[in-house]
């Protein structure tokens, strides 16, 4: 059988637009893949559109040691080698950024661009904060970091994270990680019906007059890992649970300090060290980033020590290999206008089996089952980097949310409704089922009747044989969409990064094309102002 030759990716980015070449072909291929073109009818983007599409961050600019402040690999859908790839011969630091996952979550403290030029500047030492890069950018940064000075960062400790957290802790509590404060529990609520194969919480806190928030942006907090996790661990070990840890037990330090989830390149190191024959070369090839029994991805810290099962490291030279445990972020699903002290979050349960172990989600599962009504916990809110409603109140809205990427849209409609704002409102909701998964239901129903909702458009992938998702009834509705974002409607988006995101802006250029009577590469860039001036905001992870 014959394979027909791949088609030429289309010239999209001319010559003369002030790009490198791997640049161009880069962008090249990006909008071949955005747009599924094979070249035939497609018009060249000119110099300026293109240069318009290049990513560039908000205070990049060149800082005199040769960087032009682009960063064309700031795309969370790029590969880690791709990436590096676009930052070849650029300075150390963008070289860091470019390992970093991409997603400006927010998670490490930092946005990609601050996080890397706070290693670089060595005020920050922690190489493996960044919580969607995992290993991959750890280990990157680490390679990295060796041509700061000639030699390898020391890997910064428990004790060491510690102490770098409280070096320099923000003005107010509750408003960075490195400074959390207080919030009570108060309740869950689940969000489906029985016989839905998705588990979702509706949560609520009380944050007391400790913390200020704004709808959009997003709540830390610090979980707990299971109990019954760090017993099979201190098991595994064959270590005392009351083994002492800088003033405190094994058994503490396992649930609350330390991440028990991927097993980091340093377990594997130490274990290399104590193992002997051929375990000592699995382990040393496990911590050099690569898996000899093709097992590495399903390696948690309980199974990378039944691995190497019999290996008794030193309880406190265990507790140093192991990452931090970090807090987790999730999107806001109240307004403080309604209620200032109580704060709701739209949370999805991890839970998955590998063999016969049920793995769970550290901080979903703390909310879903152990966190108890009264119980209070760490908190702290992560101000949104350009995740807002409009400023002007009668500015039509657009939003975007699958899942639980409706938490923010809540939040959105909650301020509306307390404000008496007069522009209309547009939700796209869609999950698996209607009769189990349609969250906030009776709600948003109420909020229909009260105008408050003014559209709501629903998108079911499992109610019948074809798959129906959001960006499926975009395109159905194409017309009045476009009629709305000419009357100068923002558009939001929130939920998976991944796919949804990327179909969803694909949905819009074809609607913008199609009903705004503009070339493919007209509506790109109509879509790419519309990110410009802000009309386009996403709250994707
Ligand atoms: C800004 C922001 C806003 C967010 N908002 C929300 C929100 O509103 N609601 C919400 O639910 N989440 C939200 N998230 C995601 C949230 O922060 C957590 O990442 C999520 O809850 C999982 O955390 P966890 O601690 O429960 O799981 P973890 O312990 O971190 O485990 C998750 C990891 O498990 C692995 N994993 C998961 N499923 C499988 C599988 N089937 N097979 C193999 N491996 C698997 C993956 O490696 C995954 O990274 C948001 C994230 C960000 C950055
Ligand atoms: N603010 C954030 O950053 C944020 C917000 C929400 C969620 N998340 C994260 O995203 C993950 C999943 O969230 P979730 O459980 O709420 O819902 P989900 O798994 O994303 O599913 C929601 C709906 O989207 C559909 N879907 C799947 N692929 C799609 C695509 N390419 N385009 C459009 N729709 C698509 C699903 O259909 P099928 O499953 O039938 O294919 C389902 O109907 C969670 O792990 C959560 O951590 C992050």
Wanted: proline residues 7%.
């Amino acid at each position: 059988m014959s394979i027909a030759p791949r088609p030429p990716v289309p010239e999209l980015i001319p010559e003369n637009a002030p790009f490198t070449i791997e640049q161009r072909t880069w962008l090249n291929g990006f909008f071949a893949g955005l747009l599924s073109l094979d070249g035939a009818g497609i018009k060249p983007l000119s110099a300026a559109e293109s240069a318009a599409l290049m990513p560039s961050l908000p205070g990049m600019v060149p800082s005199g040691d040769g960087d032009d402040g682009e960063a064309p690999w700031h795309d969370q859908t790029l590969p880690l080698a791709e990436r590096m790839n676009l930052a070849e011969g650029r300075p150390l630091r963008r070289r860091m950024m470019a390992a970093m996952a991409q997603q400006d979550c927010g998670q490490c403290g930092y946005n990609c661009q601050d996080y890397s030029e706070a290693l670089f500047s060595k005020k920050e030492a922690r190489l493996n904060l960044c919580v969607p890069g995992g290993k991959e950018t750890a280990r990157m940064l680490k390679t990295l970091s060796q041509e700061l000075d000639g030699s390898p960062s020391p890997a910064p400790t428990i004790a060491a994270s510690a102490a770098a957290a409280t070096v320099a802790p923000a003005a107010l509590p509750g408003c960075s990680r490195d400074n959390p404060a207080e919030a009570a529990f108060l309740s869950r609520t689940r969000l489906n019906k029985q016989g839905s194969a998705k588990e979702t919480w509706h949560i609520e806190f009380d944050l007391g007059n400790n913390i200020d928030y704004t709808v959009g942006d997003a709540f830390g907090i610090f979980p707990t890992n299971d109990p019954a996790l760090a017993d099979a661990v201190i098991a595994a070990l064959n270590a005392p649970a009351d083994f002492p840890i800088g003033g405190r037990t094994l058994r503490e330090v396992l649930i609350d300090g330390v991440s028990l989830g991927a097993a980091p390149d340093m377990l594997f190191q130490l274990f290399s060290y104590i193992a002997g024959g051929e375990r000592r070369h699995k382990a040393k090839a496990l911590a050099a980033g690569e898996d000899p029994d093709g097992d590495a991805t399903t390696l948690d810290v309980l199974a990378a020590i039944e691995k190497f099962s019999g290996v008794r490291p030193d309880p406190e030279a265990f507790i140093e290999a192991l990452d931090p445990l970090q807090p987790r972020l999730y999107s806001i699903a109240s307004s403080p206008k309604v209620d200032r002290k109580r704060l709701a979050l739209t949370v999805d349960t991890v839970r998955y089996k590998i063999d016969s172990r049920t793995r769970l989600g550290v901080a979903s599962t703390f909310l879903a089952d152990r966190i108890k009504p009264g119980d209070t916990l760490k908190v702290y809110v992560q101000k949104a980097h350009a995740f807002a409603l409009p400023a002007d109140p009668t500015v039509p809205i657009i939003m975007i949310g699958p899942g639980t990427g409706v938490a923010p849209f809540r939040a959105f409609l909650h301020e509306r409704m307390a404000t008496k704002a007069p522009g209309r409102n547009w939700l796209f909701f869609g999950h698996q089922r209607s009769n189990y998964d349609f969250f906030y239901e009776d709600e948003l129903a109420g909020m229909k009747a009260a105008r408050v909702l003014t559209r709501l458009t629903l998108a079911w992938s499992r109610d019948g044989d074809q798959k129906i998702y959001v960006q499926d009834r975009m395109r159905d509705v194409g017309r009045d969409l476009w009629a709305w974002i000419a009357e100068g409607a923002h558009v939001y988006v929130c939920g998976d990064a991944k796919n949804m995101a990327k179909d969803v802006e694909r949905a819009l250029i074809d609607v913008v094309a199609s009903y705004g009577v503009r070339s493919v590469n007209d509506a790109v860039t109509f879509v790419v102002d519309l990110k410009k001036s802000g009309r386009y905001q996403q709250d994707v992870y």
